[in-house]
């Protein structure tokens, strides 16, 4: 059986003591010339004399001294060198240290600031969900009320619902008109409420008119971009004076005695509404529709109507415009004891004024009809005595002889003047004895409808 020797490795050894070997051979290597001497010394005997390598003694010793010098001086440099490296590297590695607490610090400084936020967000949103909770009990407390038997609760509970609108648009506004608007709709279709409130709205349909409608201290409504729907509703009395009533559809509603005075209309549809005794007096009417409605006993004196039309075989019986502006507005159908007394039509910018269907007994005294299209309407008994027409097309009427007759031109059909004047009312003469001849010119392109 081999044995095995177990020698230690000489690199690893020579590494690991490399400063201790190197200080022994420098050692040596110093005191060797004195070797000879120190071995005397320490035998007490003489065994040989100071080892100069064949000098003499002084040329010996000087350059030795300074060669050793000379080494001891490098070595002191290398120290100071590896003694400053050495600090230099303790203070890079206490630097990084530092840095490294640093960022240790700013990490779980922001993890405590990621935490804390993640606390006030979950805070908030427990807050935000309790409001909403609170809300939504108000909401549903609001319409459970408006369920309730007690006129007095229902009136509670529309403002419930009102105020929470205004508190909160973006989640309530539209749900809450719509609720109200349905709550008005379902109250007066019901028989014993329309034979009971004839004349005057019950308190909570005056309430809830004036919630959707009323500006308040502002310039318009809360609800004033919300489409309200009071489709065949029973409003019979209602007050509107001096409201803001925009985008609402009235259709087949019954408006008997309704007060619209000094109020703005904008974005009104009437389609098939009826109106007996109301009133437009002193209000703005911009954008409204009466189709195929039904109009008696209705006053809009001193108001402007833009862009209205009443179409559609609309019917208006005793309906009065004195002194009012009329701009872009078209009448298809039925006019019967209506006067246009004083009114001023088509400012300059606005659509013509359209007439076509029959007209009995209307009366355009002292009028301003400035581009008004009478073409192809009847006329039974109409009095335009005293006013002003302009470039007013009377063609397929009774009318359009007499035009002939006044204008003495056998062609023209229209009242004008001269396109290089300014245009200038004409006078309707009360017979064609009084005709004043006019220069006829090519009148202004008018909006003509066609025969229905």
Request: hydrophobic share 40%; glycine share 4%; with cysteine.
């Given at each position: 059986?081999?044995l ?8 690893p ?64 440099v ?25 960022i ?26 309790q ?43 539209n749900?809450v ?12 279709s ?19 008119v ?6 308040g ?50 974005n009104?549809?009437?389609?098939y ?38 179409t ?24 019967e ?63 359009e ?6 204008t ?45």
């Open positions: 059986m081999k095995k020797l177990h020698i230690p490795k000489i690199k050894f020579l590494l690991k003591h490399k400063w201790l070997i190197t200080f022994f051979l420098i050692v040596i290597t110093i005191s060797y010339p004195f070797l000879l001497l120190f071995l005397n010394w320490l035998t007490g005997k003489s065994i040989g004399e100071l080892y100069t390598f064949g000098l003499s003694l002084k040329d010996f010793l000087t350059p030795w001294i300074a060669f050793w010098a000379l080494i001891g001086a490098a070595i002191n290398w120290f100071m060198q590896r003694r400053v490296s050495l600090m230099e590297k303790q203070r890079t590695d206490q630097q990084i240290r530092w840095e490294k607490q640093d240790e610090q700013e990490k779980s400084r922001l993890e405590q600031q990621s935490q804390f936020k993640e606390q006030i967000e979950n805070q908030n949103t427990q807050i935000q969900i409001q909403k909770q609170r809300r939504d009990a108000r909401f549903s407390s609001g319409v459970e009320l408006l369920g309730n038997p007690n006129e007095s609760a229902r009136i509670g509970g529309a403002y419930n619902l009102y105020f929470l609108a205004s508190e909160f648009p973006d989640d309530y506004l749900p008109c719509e609720i109200l608007c349905a709550h008005v709709r379902t109250i007066t019901d028989k014993a409420y329309q034979e009971t409130f004839t004349s005057k709205p019950s308190n909570e349909i005056q309430t809830i004036n919630l959707l409608f009323d500006k201290s502002k310039e318009e409504t809360i609800f004033n971009d919300c489409t309200k729907n009071l489709a065949s509703t029973f409003l019979c009395g209602s007050n509107f004076n001096r409201k803001i009533i925009s985008n609402v559809l009235f259709f087949d509603a019954l408006l008997n005695s309704v007060d619209f005075s000094e109020s703005r209309l904008k009104i549809k009437f389609n509404a009826t109106f007996i005794h109301t009133t437009f007096n002193v209000s703005q009417l911009n954008n409204v529709r009466f189709s195929s409605s039904i109009l008696n006993n209705v006053m809009f004196n001193d108001s402007e109507l833009i862009n209205v039309e009443f559609n075989q609309v019917s208006l019986s005793n309906v009065t415009f004195i002194d009012s502006k009329l701009n872009g507005t078209v009448f298809y159908g039925k006019l004891n209506v006067s246009f007394m004083g009114v001023k039509f088509n400012n300059i910018g606005h659509d013509d004024v359209c007439f076509m269907g029959v007209l009995s007994n209307v009366d355009f005294r002292k009028a301003h009809l400035e581009y008004v299209d009478f073409s192809y309407s009847v006329f039974e008994n109409v009095d335009f005595s005293g006013s002003l027409l302009n470039c007013t097309d009377f063609t397929g009427t009774l009318l002889k007499h035009i002939h007759t006044v003495n031109k056998g062609r023209s059909l229209v009242l004008t003047k001269p396109q290089k004047e300014e245009p200038k009312s004409v006078p309707f003469p009360d017979s064609e004895q009084n005709a004043t001849p006019i220069p006829e010119t090519k009148p202004k392109n008018i909006r003509k409808p066609k025969p229905q």
